[in-house]
């Protein structure tokens, strides 16, 4: 299962575990990393100082490639931008936004740009402008979800650019990582099967929570600040919706709504009153495995399906 993705950032197999906030520290990148995927920090909301850190403690956990994840949304997104540079990171993905006003201070620093891009106008603007690679995004993922299914993205993206194509949104085992190929793309980027991983240092209830999800236990709100989310139904996302229908409640009142729900689940295990963020593949996601056994697993799988029902081409 090696494809130009893998020679491209020098991993074993071309499997991303996704820059999710508040999930994705050191312990989880260094863990996908030693799996032979690439690990990713996010550096969510955080600061310059915070993001070093975690940067320090990956390296002493692996020497394995890794990236970094920016959400272009943070506040500290030009210092993060500054750190990656400053720290010498290998891989850097991007979320939430246009990455343009960085790029070329990361291309002239020798950074292996991935933007994640929700649409094929997005995909062939950051192709223009330098990017190796680009993750296609369906809305099936969790956390801030673009428009376009992964079924529907993923061909046309492959179609619109000739950097390889790293599909993402609703992968969670070796059929989707397979059916991700079949669509042209040449990797795959996890994020809801890495919340049960081993060395993920979330809350034991939110994992739990994620290992009992159905297929129907996510919901998407936010649409109205421009920025929808997926997260697993519960009382912080019923009310969330209530209030987004409510038009008695600002934008501003809403927004500040939101901020802290996710820290609150994921760090404090409050999944009641806290944002679970999560994607449609919950479902999938039956137990807790160490990091490795999830990539080596969904890649065995992946191969033996796409071996079976037609030729592999890397
Ligand atoms: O970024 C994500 N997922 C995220 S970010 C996040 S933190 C957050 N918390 C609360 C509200 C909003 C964010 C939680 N989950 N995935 C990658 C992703 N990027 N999905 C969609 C996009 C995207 C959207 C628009 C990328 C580029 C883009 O450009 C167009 C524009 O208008 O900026």
Redesign the pocket.
Known sequence: MKTTVCELLGIEYPLFQGG??WVADASLAAAASNGGGLGIIAA?NANADWLRNEIKTVRTLTNKPFGVNI???SPFADEVAQAVIDERVPVVTT????PTKYMQAWLEAGIKVI????SVA?AKLVARAGACAVIA?GGE??????ELTTMALVPQVCDAVDIPVIAAGGIADGRGVAAAFMLGARGVQVGTRFLVAKECTIHQNYKDKIIEAKDIDTATA?KRLG?P?RALRNAFLREFIRREYDSSVSNEELEAY?TGA?RLAAREGDVKNGSV?AGQSSGLVKKEQPAAEIIAEMMCEAEALLKGGALFCG
């Open positions: 999710m906030a969510m959400m272009l949304m979320g939430a936004g246009l933007p994640v891009v929700p997005i995004e993922s969790g956390g801030h979800v673009g936010g920025h989310v939101g996710l963020m």
